[in-house]
């Protein structure tokens, strides 16, 4: 009779075709047998009695601003937040770190980083800019899972938006790469015109800046990002989608054939405007915050699977760049990838939300066939989830460099209770409990 090294007994294992009672039986690194129950021995148990297994999160989003603006954040921080949510493997943005990921050898100094401290696996954006287009191959050839680039202004000066032309370019270069684009579409015409009126109103309020930012900038930046994809036959991916609107415009495109995909974040299925207004500048974001009816909009393109990928978004920042009395100058970015998991099952459907989470961010972005579901020969990334509880989010309990998230105080009905990187426990009962082995992925052919 076979011996695990691990069983995971008596738990709900929820994949993209449903929930079920099993047990799950793994050695080294990797998932050997899930079945109703597994007899054979096993030199490690875990009671999973009364709790859900999620496939480990992946999310494709994050901001860790290592290296050069680790006070930000920081990879170490960052991936133990990413643990205490039950994720397993984080994409990190070309920016906000210092030198950006703009070419092989800001590559390799973020790469070195995140090798020595990352809890959790990791993949890296490069990104795509005017001034780097002659160095997307050689990013290319670092393993890169896709380009990042802005359809407005960053809000960072060593990494600079792309106008038509340079967007354009850069996705023919990364179509004949076969990977894909990643685009902020924020029109920078709307939005620079509309903070140039707010500021000589004097208008400094949470409310200006985000009338400043309308659904319209971000219908009218996704229109013409879909066109250009069109134009190219590059893969575009929408990230930090806001509205339904867009979502259907990217649903349009998929429909005419277009490989076109969109994300969204927790906090625009969570908070909306009102929320910007009352907790100030921990919720301020770009695209912003939108009205109780936009978040609803949302949530029905959601879960009639119109979108494809959810990602935290993760953008943080010391607290004193949150200070100001101007709310166009304090930094726009929203703190949350420790609660990625449990905010997106506030609303049931689990199967989906593995999909969202996990699955479907690996299909996307041909993580290898390893990474992001529960079945035998698949890395032993688990999430394991207590659900139908009443559990308040409070701030002695984040992993972030900087403990502030617009989510304190909110009550949520999951939490995580135990994480797996590859069969081996590395968060548990609230507490990390292992050491920095994060490993490098790359897209698969």
């Not at 066109?227 to 867009?246: F, I, N, P």
């Not at 500048?281 to 109780?292: E, G, W």
């Not at 009395?325 to 449990?342: C, E, K, R, T, Y």
């Amino acid at each position: 009779m076979k011996t695990f090294d691990i069983v995971i007994r008596g738990g709900q294992v929820v994949t993209d075709e449903g929930v079920q009672s099993a047990d799950i039986g793994i050695v080294g690194e990797k998932i050997e047998l899930i079945e109703t129950e597994i007899f054979g021995p096993a030199r490690t148990t875990i009671d999973a009695t009364g709790l859900h297994i999620f496939p480990g999160v992946i999310d494709a989003h994050v901001h860790f601003n290592e290296p050069g603006r680790t006070e930000w954040e920081g990879i170490q921080t960052g991936s133990r937040s990413v643990a205490a949510g039950g994720g397993t493997l984080f994409f990190d943005m070309p920016l906000n770190a210092h030198p950006p990921t703009l070419d092989a050898e800001s590559f390799e100094l973020k790469r070195r980083a995140a090798e020595a401290s990352s809890l959790v696996d990791f993949a890296l954006w490069g990104g795509l800019t005017p001034s780097n287009l002659d160095c997307l191959e050689e990013l290319a050839d670092c393993g890169v899972v896709g380009f990042k680039a802005f359809m407005c202004t960053s809000g960072i000066d060593d990494f600079s938006s792309v106008d038509e032309r340079s967007l354009g370019e850069g996705m023919k270069r990364a179509a004949s790469l076969e990977l894909p684009v990643a685009v902020h579409a924020e029109s920078e015409g709307v939005t620079a015109q509309l903070r140039l009126e707010a500021k000589a109103g004097h208008h400094k309020t949470a409310r200006a800046y985000l009338d400043s930012r309308p659904i319209s900038a971000e219908l009218e930046a996704i229109g013409r990002a879909i066109e250009l994809a069109g134009e190219t036959g590059c893969q575009l991916h929408v990230v930090h989608v806001s509205c339904a609107a867009g979502v259907r415009l990217i649903s349009e495109a998929r429909r005419s054939g277009l490989n076109v995909t969109c994300e969204t974040c927790p906090h625009y299925l969570t908070l909306t405007d009102e929320d910007v207004e009352r907790l100030g500048a921990v919720a301020k974001c770009a695209p912003p915050l939108r009205s109780a009816t936009e978040r609803e909009l949302l949530w029905n393109e959601l879960l009639a699977g119109k979108i494809q990928t959810v990602g935290s978004d993760h953008s943080p920042s010391p607290p004193e760049m949150k200070q100001s009395p101007d709310f166009f100058d304090v930094w726009g970015g929203i703190s949350g990838a420790q609660h990625l998991l449990p905010l997106m099952l506030s609303r049931g459907n689990l199967p989906l939300m593995s999909q969202l989470l996990s699955t479907n961010v690996a299909q996307t972005f041909r993580v290898p066939p390893g990474k992001g579901r529960i079945a035998a020969g698949c890395d032993a990334d688990l999430a394991l989830v207590k659900l139908g509880g009443n559990f308040e989010l409070k701030s002695e309990d984040l992993f972030y460099r900087h403990r502030q998230s617009p989510y304190i105080g909110r009550h949520v009905s999951a939490r995580v209770e135990q994480t797996l990187l590859r069969g081996r426990t590395i968060f548990k009962n609230g507490a990390i409990v292992g050491q920095p082995g994060g490993r490098i992925v790359r897209p698969v052919g």
